[in-house]
């Protein structure tokens, strides 16, 4: 079983995901927990200053992929990704919650929603990830 500690090591060699200010908040086979700390490069120009769509929708797709990280030891490329917004995020801290829903040998899906610092859901999504062994193939189709 992966500690919190350690998926925050291997998370936060992105320098991508150190920028997002993630941190891992709690960790199981079953369910991720992260926190994402807010910038100000994460406003959306608006006089309301919500948190842009694209940033949500990072969180969203990185959080469910971690949870597999969790689950499976490593991460697995998405094929396909649906976000649902439900309500503006405003300025403040966001918390990440990912769920894998189907662990396949080839296709997995995975779920996260974002929830803000009130603990209301502001954006939802679940993706499809390829979970194949790669392949042994090299180049000019040798195996």
């Given at each position: 079983?992966?500690?919190a500690a350690e998926l925050e090591e291997r998370l936060l060699a992105?320098?991508?995901?150190?920028?997002l200010g993630l941190r891992v908040v709690s960790v199981s086979p079953e369910e991720l927990r992260l926190a994402a700390t807010w910038r100000?490069?994460?406003?959306?120009?608006?006089?309301e200053r919500v948190t842009?769509?694209?940033?949500?929708?990072?969180?969203?797709d990185l959080a469910a992929d971690w949870a597999l990280v969790a689950?499976?030891?490593?991460?697995?490329?998405?094929?396909?990704?649906t976000t649902?917004?439900?309500r503006a995020?405003?300025?403040?801290?966001?918390e990440v919650v990912a769920r894998p829903v189907k662990?396949?040998?080839?296709?997995?899906?995975?779920?996260?929603?974002?929830l803000d610092g009130a603990g209301k859901r502001v954006a939802v999504g679940r993706g499809t990830y390829a979970t194949f062994a790669p392949s042994t193939t090299t180049a000019g189709g040798g195996s």
């Open positions: 079983m992966t500690t992105s320098p991508f995901h150190r920028w100000e490069e994460w406003d959306n120009g608006t006089p842009h769509g694209g940033i949500l929708a990072t969180l969203l689950s499976l030891g490593s991460p697995a490329p998405t094929i396909d990704f649902h917004f439900l995020a405003t300025p403040g801290d966001l662990l396949g040998r080839s296709l997995t899906v995975a779920e996260a929603e974002v």
